[in-house]
């Protein structure tokens, strides 16, 4: 069974950085390694959005709203995802979630397109 779980996300206040990590199960190695990951974030009342992305080339792409500041990699001999979260804004408090996709993905993926995601961690900058 396929399983991504988010976490390292915690209360923080502006400016300082976070690591989020999104450890994938359920698959082997070479098999994690032709998706293509994605992060995304919800805050209340506001739609779920596409933060950061990166290929199965290790290509990436990020929101406008987070370029500079937030950088995404990945590990594919530990299956590991992560989202490295500097001088973090008030705006920057939400849900964050990883999802994986078949193929390529990117700003423009529908959430609900991937084919697996996680329960989230919660980020709350003050």
């Known amino acids: 069974q396929v399983q991504l779980v988010e976490s390292g996300g915690k209360s923080v206040q502006a400016g300082g950085s976070l690591r989020l990590s999104c450890a994938a199960s359920g698959f082997t190695a070479s098999i994690y390694a032709i998706y293509c990951m994605g992060w995304f974030r919800q805050a209340p009342g506001k739609e779920r959005e596409g933060v950061a992305f990166?290929?199965?080339?290790?290509?990436?792409m990020y929101a406008d709203s987070v370029k500079g500041r937030f950088t995404t990699s990945r590990d594919n001999t530990k299956r590991r995802l992560y989202l490295q979260m500097n001088t973090l804004e008030t705006e920057d408090t939400a849900m964050y979630y990883c999802a994986a996709y078949v193929g390529n993905c990117g700003l423009t993926s529908p959430y609900g397109a991937a084919q697996y995601w996680g329960q989230g961690t919660q980020v709350t900058v003050s």
């Open positions: 990166i290929n199965n080339d290790s290509s990436t």
